[in-house]
């Protein structure tokens, strides 16, 4: 971290979109840096896919040197195929931030929520609306995913400064 604040970003995998949002922090205020999604052509094979999602985090990665990373984890599905899908998006998620030595914080979706809102069950709407104000932009107009992602980066942030004053 320089001068130039603390830049994170934040990931939200999926293997047809995956969200990011790239926010830096200087003396405890949040700015939006980017954000937006990952698109994966849906008629490829999941390698080819996953190799998308990987050059393009490799891309943002250079363009903007975060220097932490956040991920949504892992969720119980009730669909064994989807859940293994999502993993693999995670992984190659993760492996971009690894092969760049980006250590990583991972966040369940409650958490997030909680974290922004105060309450875990919140729908997406308040979060994105939590996003919005935390970044000071009057009129979002990014997709879903990139909302879920950028609540994961200012979720990290506000964990990050927690456990800093707490010393844990």
């Not at 998308?52 to 985090?57: A, R, T, Y």
Request: net charge positive; with cysteine; charged share 25%.
């Amino acid at each position: 971290m320089a001068d130039n604040g603390l830049i994170v970003l934040g990931l939200d995998p999926g293997t047809r979109v995956t969200g990011y949002g790239i926010v830096r922090e200087i003396s405890g205020q949040a700015e939006l840096v980017a954000t937006g999604t990952i698109r994966t052509p849906a008629k490829k094979d999941m390698a080819t896919r996953m190799g998308v999602i990987f050059d393009k985090l490799q891309e943002l990665i250079r363009l903007h040197s975060p220097v932490e990373a956040a991920i949504e984890s892992v969720f119980v599905s009730k669909n064994p195929s989807s859940a293994i899908k999502l993993g693999q998006a995670r992984g190659v998620c993760m492996a971009a931030c690894a092969t760049n030595n980006i250590p990583m914080g991972e966040y369940e979706p409650t958490k997030v929520k909680k974290n922004l809102v105060g309450v875990g069950s919140a729908p997406k709407s308040q979060v994105a609306f939590m996003v919005a104000h935390c970044l000071g932009i009057k009129k979002p107009d990014w997709p879903e995913d990139a909302s879920d992602a950028l609540a994961i980066a200012i979720c990290h942030l506000n964990e990050r400064r927690m456990r800093k004053l707490t010393g844990r």
